[in-house]
């Protein structure tokens, strides 16, 4: 699905490649796309590919974002991917979301590209090949690492709401000393009541059984890995105060605003709006910046990553006037291309 083309300069090619993977299907177009980058970056060539953008570092968190601008996660839900997207120009990326144990997520088709939007539907369901694969990829890459890696962490389908808690504590457990950050998503539309740890009182058990094992982690391995929460654009006034008291009596170190809506209402085309899944991308853009400003009213100090419908640096720029510190993008690279980065970042 995703349209990345090695030679970033070139927009005809790119264009070309671009046609042609918008005739494949686009789970199809995205796995082939990156398997051909991660082979060409694995090899020698990655010397005069990388893209460095001459920007000063942010460190917040003891983290030093190389800059301000993020690859969201569900892009590399393995960490299959990382000697191309960590050479590619993002000041940090995100992996996952992965699960304790393998699983094949739900139906297929279940991605859906919407073009005249740009904008993507996805019904993904956390497909993934588990924690313990994407701790073998992540202590593998070690040390090759130029860019900080955050591991973004969900439950399996199978686990009940009620138990979430003890996959995520799993997840975290496995990858504490290896990950720069840990996120917990409680967003994703397409796992089953996964929304519901939104509401007050199921926040509340969750965040604490969390913080309880986060506490004693950072005590094992003498070091804070910092945690954030990513949360939804469909949530409402009772949800956002009650998600920012949440975070504050837990002390939760970010935000990331948001995962991708259920509501259809964003889609133009009527056709689209029965396709199950969450929409990304452009119309996703509104509706999401008015998370992140409510949140940032509530949170003014917490550290806040925009991501929803980000595609060129003014859209990018929009993110950081609404209050965030960081900015992650996912569907505007399969409408751009990596030439996206360098728009943004430059
Ligand atoms: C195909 C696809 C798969 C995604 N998978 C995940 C995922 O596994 N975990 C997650 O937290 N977000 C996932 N997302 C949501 C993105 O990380 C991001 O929050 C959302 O797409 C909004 O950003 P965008 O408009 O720049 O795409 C996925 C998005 C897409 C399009």
């Known amino acids: 699905m995703i349209l990345i083309f090695i030679n970033q300069e070139s927009k005809i090619l790119f264009n070309i490649y671009k046609k042609i993977a918008f005739n494949l299907p686009p789970e199809v177009a ?10 060409i970056y694995k090899s020698f060539l990655v010397k005069f590919l990388k893209s460095t953008p001459n920007i000063e570092p942010i460190n917040k968190l003891n983290i030093r974002f190389q800059n301000k601008l993020g690859l969201a996660a569900g892009f590399d839900k393995n960490g299959d991917y990382l000697n191309f997207i960590n050479n590619i120009g993002f000041g940090f990326i995100e992996i996952g979301t ?7 997520g739900n139906k297929k ?12 539907i996805n019904h993904l369901g956390f497909n993934n090949k588990g924690i313990i694969h994407l701790k073998k990829n992540l202590i593998n890459f070690m040390d090759k690492k130029t860019t900080p890696i955050g591991v973004n962490i969900g439950k399996n389908a ?13 997840c975290m457990e496995k990858i504490y000393e290896y990950a720069d950050y840990l996120t917990i998503n409680i967003s994703s539309p397409n796992t089953k009541e996964l929304r519901k740890l939104h509401h007050e009182d199921r926040l509340s058990t969750f965040l604490g059984n969390i913080k309880k094992s986060h506490e004693s982690l950072e005590k094992k391995h003498k070091k804070l890995t910092p945690l954030f929460l990513k949360i939804s654009p469909d949530i409402d006034q009772d949800d956002i105060a009650s998600v920012s008291s949440m975070i504050k009596k837990f002390d939760i170190h970010g935000v990331i605003a948001t ?6 209402e964003v889609i133009q085309n009527e056709i689209y709006r029965d396709y199950e899944g969450g929409v990304s991308g452009k119309p996703l853009f509104v509706k999401s910046n008015s998370i992140v400003k409510q949140m940032r009213e509530n949170l003014p100090d917490i550290l806040m990553i925009g991501c929803g419908g980000v595609n060129s640096k003014k859209t990018a720029q929009e993110k950081v006037n609404q209050g965030c510190d960081l900015v992650q993008i996912y569907t505007g690279l399969i409408y751009k291309g990596t030439k996206l980065i360098n728009e943004i970042t430059s």
């Open 30 to 39: 995205h796995d082939y796309t990156l398997k051909i980058a991660e082979v």
């Open 109 to 120: 088709p279940r991605v859906f590209r919407i073009a005249e939007q740009d904008a993507v």
């Open 158 to 170: 199978t686990t009940s709401i009620e138990n979430a808690h003890e996959d995520y504590i799993y």
């Open 98 to 104: 992965v699960t304790p144990y393998p699983q094949l």
């Open 259 to 264: 995962n991708t809506t259920i509501d259809k």
